[in-house]
Nanobody, 114 residues
Framework: QEELVESGGGLVQPGGSLRLSCAAS????????MGWYRQAPGKSRDLVAV??????TVYADSVKGRFIISRDAKNTVYLQMNDLKPEDTAVYYC?????????WGQGTQVTVSS
């Protein structure tokens, strides 16, 4: 069964850093287009950073220069988040696309507060 397992969220002070991980289960085939989205309370789920099917990276303007998306050869995607701000507070979701279908992780809470 296809599954995405996220980890790495938590509480951090403004200016701090966190690293999120998303591991795709081995049952995925033709996996492409993995990345991260986030949803703050009362707001829509928005793109944060993704790898496109062509291997390019796309970042939201609000995180450019602060967040870095990377991946390894085992279908794990990471999101290094630096210089975190209170407005980065949200539930972060991993998303993967395979064989024309979208799959979502369970979400991990990131809270930026002093």
């Amino acid at each position: 069964q296809e599954e995405l397992v996220e980890s790495g969220g938590g509480l951090v002070q403004p200016g701090g850093s966190l690293r999120l991980s998303c591991a795709a289960s081995q049952s995925f085939s033709d996996l492409n287009g993995m990345g991260w989205y986030r949803q703050a309370p009362g707001k829509s789920r928005d793109l944060v950073a993704v790898f496109t099917s062509g291997g390019f990276t796309v970042y939201a303007d609000s995180v450019k220069g602060r967040f870095i998306i990377s991946r390894d050869a085992k279908n794990t995607v990471y999101l290094q988040m630096n210089d975190l701000k209170p407005e980065d507070t949200a539930v972060y979701y991993c998303k993967a696309r395979a064989k024309g279908s979208d799959y979502w992780g369970q979400g991990t809470q990131v809270t930026v507060s002093s």
